[in-house]
C-alpha cells in the first residue's frame, strides 16, 4: 500500500457516507493487488462479526478464524475457494473493533505489511465514523433495544482503555436491557480514572440516576476536581433534582507510574485485589458508607472517605456489581469464588484482560440460561508497568 493510495483513500474516505466504505475498501484492496477485502465488526455482545457489507455472511467469534483473529489479536490466514484469505484485528488503542478479511492468490511478507496498514487506518476510520453514523451502530445490534437502555448506553465509553502500563475493561448484561448499571473509565495523562454504578430499579429512573451519576464524575473530573469533590457532585446533584433516587458505586484513580490506588466506596460491593494465582482477602474492603444521592446519613460535617493502597506490577483490581455473583440456575449461584477464579484461571492461560471478560460474562449468562433478573458489570484493571532501566 504505497504513499499515494493511502492517500487517495483517505480522501475518498471523508467525501463518502459511511454505508458506502465497504465498496471503497474493496477497491483499495483490489489497487493493492488483492482479489478483495471486508470490514467486519463486533457485535454489542461479542458472539457475532457482523460484515459492513450486507451481502456477506455473519461470522461466530467462537468458531471461525475471523473470531480467532479477533480473539487473540494476531494476524490469521486460511484457505478458501483457491484464495487465501487473510484475517487482520481492527483494534484502536485498547479496544477491539472488528476485524479486516482481505482476499489474495499469493502472500508475501510486502503484501502482509500492505494488509496490516490498511487495518490500521481503517480502524481510525470506523473509530471516527461510527460516532455520527447510527448506520454503523444499528449493524451491529442483534434485537431491539429498550428506550431506558439507548439512553444509558450514551454515556458509556469504549469497552476498553489503556497503555504499555495499564488497562481498563469493561462488560455489561443484559446488552438490550440494561437498568441502572454502567462502568466508566478514562485517561488523564498518567493517572486511570475508572468507575462503576449501580442504581435502585429497573426503569427509566434508574438509568437516568446513573446517567447523572456518569455525567457528574466527568464533569468534576474534567474539572481538575480530587477524588472527593467528585462523589460529593454526584452527591449534591441526586439529592436537588433525584431525591427520591440513589446509587452504589466505586470510584477509583490509578497513578499508572506509581501503581497508587486511591478509592471512594458509596455503599457498593469492595472490589476484588488479584494478585498473582489469588485474592487478596479483604485487601479493598473499606467501612461502609452510604450510596451516592444520600449523603445526609453521614451526618452533618462528616466527607466522604478516600482509601489508598499500593499495586504491585501484575496486580488485577476487579469492580463488579451484584448481579454478577447473585445470577443463579435454580438455586445454585454463581458466587465470589468462582467469578475470582474464573478471572484467575484465564489469566494463567494466556488470556488477554478484554477476552477474559468476554468469557466471563458469556459464562455468567449460560449459569442464569440468558436470562438475568438483575443488570450484571464488570471492570477490570490491570497494572503492568514497563521495567525500570538499569541506571
Not at 478479511?101 to 510486502?110: E, H, T
Not at 444509558?152 to 448484561?173: M, N
Not at 479493598?284 to 449523603?295: F, K, N, Q, V
Amino acid at each position: 500500500m504505497d504513499e499515494q493510495l493511502l492517500e487517495r483513500m483517505l480522501a475518498d474516505v471523508h467525501a463518502i457516507a459511511p454505508y458506502q466504505l465497504p465498496g471503497l475498501v474493496n477497491r483499495c484492496a483490489r489497487a493493492m493487488g488483492l482479489t478483495g477485502a471486508a470490514i467486519y465488526l463486533i457485535d454489542l455482545q461479542q458472539r457475532i462479526l457482523v460484515p459492513l457489507d450486507e451481502q456477506d455472511a455473519r461470522l461466530p467469534v467462537d468458531d471461525s478464524m475471523a473470531g480467532w483473529a479477533y480473539r487473540t489479536v494476531s494476524v490469521r490466514i486460511e484457505e478458501d475457494q483457491g484464495d487465501l484469505v487473510v484475517w487482520v484485528p481492527l483494534v484502536d488503542g485498547a479496544e477491539r473493533l472488528g476485524v479486516l478479511g482481505m482476499r489474495s492468490g499469493s502472500m508475501d511478507a510486502g503484501r502482509l505489511r500492505r494488509c496490516r496498514l490498511l487495518a490500521h487506518t481503517l480502524s481510525m476510520v470506523v473509530t471516527t465514523k461510527r460516532t455520527y453514523s447510527d448506520w454503523f451502530v444499528a449493524r451491529t445490534r442483534t434485537r431491539t433495544m429498550h428506550a431506558r437502555t439507548e439512553m444509558l448506553r450514551a454515556f458509556l465509553p469504549p469497552r476498553s482503555i489503556g497503555t504499555t502500563s495499564v488497562i481498563s475493561t469493561g462488560v455489561l448484561e443484559p446488552a438490550y436491557d440494561l437498568g441502572g448499571d454502567a462502568f466508566d473509565h478514562s485517561l488523564t495523562r498518567n493517572v486511570l480514572h475508572a468507575g462503576i454504578f449501580d442504581s435502585m430499579g429497573h426503569n427509566l429512573a434508574s438509568g437516568l440516576t446513573t446517567a447523572v451519576a456518569l455525567a457528574c464524575c466527568r464533569n468534576a473530573r474534567r474539572s481538575r476536581a480530587d477524588l472527593p469533590e467528585m462523589v460529593e457532585t454526584v452527591d449534591r446533584a441526586l439529592a436537588q433534582w433525584l431525591p427520591d433516587q440513589f446509587c452504589t458505586g466505586v470510584v477509583c484513580q490509578l497513578d499508572a507510574d506509581t501503581g497508587v490506588l486511591r478509592w471512594s466506596n458509596c455503599g457498593h460491593p469492595a472490589p476484588l485485589l488479584i494478585r498473582g494465582q489469588r485474592v487478596l482477602d479483604k485487601a479493598l474492603d473499606s467501612p461502609p458508607e452510604p450510596p451516592m444521592g444520600l449523603r445526609a446519613l453521614l451526618g452533618p460535617g462528616v466527607a466522604r472517605a478516600v482509601h489508598e493502597t499500593a499495586l504491585e506490577p501484575g496486580d488485577r483490581v476487579l469492580l463488579y456489581t451484584d448481579g454478577v455473583i447473585e445470577a443463579r440456575r435454580g438455586g445454585d449461584e454463581f458466587g465470589l469464588d468462582r467469578f475470582a477464579d474464573f478471572i484467575i484461571r484465564s489469566a494463567a492461560g494466556g488470556q488477554r484482560p478484554a477476552e477474559i471478560l468476554r468469557l466471563l460474562i458469556h459464562d455468567i449468562l449460560d449459569h442464569h440460561n440468558n436470562k438475568l433478573t438483575d443488570d450484571a458489570t464488570i471492570l477490570l484493571i490491570e497494572w503492568q508497568p514497563k521495567p525500570t532501566s538499569p541506571g
